[in-house]
């Protein structure tokens, strides 16, 4: 059985966002996909912070903190967290086997996401 250690939730600075990120079984990763991560308070305009990961291995742990912001605006204290695993590495096309899950979160917490399920 698991420890209580490695079930407890990972601790994130109280100006960031956790992300832990997992593929579902039978998933696999494209060659050259890209993880983007992106922050959002609505779905207009620009996200509030965003990550480029170029070819990222599962299960993955990062984080959105005040590095990532968009324009220079501070982090909001919550939003609606996107990752999509992109196959052909465009933030700009969507393909349908591109894997997209969305979460809402609160800054100073972790969530964790299960692409392909």
Known sequence: PPSAAA??????????????????PGVSVPPGAT???????DQQGPPSAAKRIQSPRFPARLSLGPSD????RPLPESGTI???????GS??????????HEVEAAVGSSVRIVLGQ
């Open 7 to 24: 079930a407890a939730p990972r601790s994130v600075p109280a100006d960031s966002y956790g992300i832990e990120i997992e593929l579902a």
């Open 35 to 41: 993880l983007f991560v992106f922050l959002r308070t």
């Open 69 to 72: 912001t968009m324009l220079g």
């Open 82 to 88: 996107s990752v999509r695993l992109d196959a052909d």
């Open 91 to 100: 933030a700009s096309t969507r393909d349908a086997s591109d894997l997209l």
